[in-house]
């Protein structure tokens, strides 16, 4: 039996950490706004039909305005009552808006379908059917915002433009 034990123990720590499939995220709102981010999910997830905030395993945005940091959110520091739901076609590299999907909610990172629920101090965004747009301690910021329908697709590598004024080339259009 202690022969067993320390087999599977010994299988366990030699197995390395779980691989792991990076999405990098650049919107490109109205009037000089944008955001940048990142998401972790396991990678055996990368042919799954739809991702949602149960599995991603890391989070993490950024707002700006011209190019200057707006405000910061990720998953793992978020409070407890903060909006938090995600929709993502890993396939196709796409987070779904507008109603692509059913139910009643899109895209909400620390922004409800109002885009004022994020705290003081606090940045967020939230893809509806009114919007995309962002959320600025508790104030839906309008000037940021583009349509319901604006495609919005993530890529495999990593932000060097804030602005995100460079186009995803890599993106899986599908």
């Known amino acids: 039996?202690?022969?067993l034990l320390g087999a599977a123990l010994m299988a366990g720590l030699s197995a390395g950490p779980v691989a792991a499939a990076n999405v990098h995220i650049?919107?490109?709102?109205?009037?000089?706004?944008?955001?940048?981010?990142?998401?972790?999910?396991?990678d055996e997830l990368q042919d799954a039909?739809?991702?949602?905030?149960?599995e991603v395993t890391v989070f993490r945005i950024a707002g700006y305005l011209d190019g200057e940091l707006l405000g910061?959110?990720?998953?793992?520091?978020?409070?407890?009552d903060a909006t938090w739901y995600l929709r993502y076609f890993p396939e196709r590299m796409h987070f779904p808006t507008n109603g692509e999907i059913?139910?009643?909610?899109d895209q909400g990172w620390n922004a409800d379908?109002?885009?004022?629920?994020?705290?003081?101090?606090?940045?967020?965004?939230?893809?509806?059917?009114y919007a995309?747009?962002?959320?600025?301690?508790?104030?839906?910021?309008?000037?940021s915002g583009v349509p319901?329908?604006?495609?919005?697709?993530?890529?495999n590598y990593p932000i060097n433009d804030v602005t995100c004024r460079i186009p995803a080339l890599l993106s899986k259009l599908g």
């Open 148 to 155: 319901p329908e604006t495609p919005f697709h993530a890529q």
């Open 26 to 42: 650049c919107w490109l709102g109205q009037n000089g706004y944008s955001m940048t981010g990142y998401m972790e999910f396991p």
């Open 49 to 54: 039909p739809l991702i949602t905030e149960e």
């Open 1 to 3: 039996m202690q022969k």
């Open 102 to 105: 059913l139910g009643p909610f």
């Open 132 to 143: 995309q747009d962002f959320c600025l301690s508790g104030v839906w910021v309008e000037p």
């Open 72 to 80: 910061e959110w990720d998953k793992d520091t978020r409070r407890p």
């Open 113 to 129: 379908g109002t885009a004022e629920d994020c705290a003081e101090g606090e940045f967020g965004f939230n893809a509806g059917n």
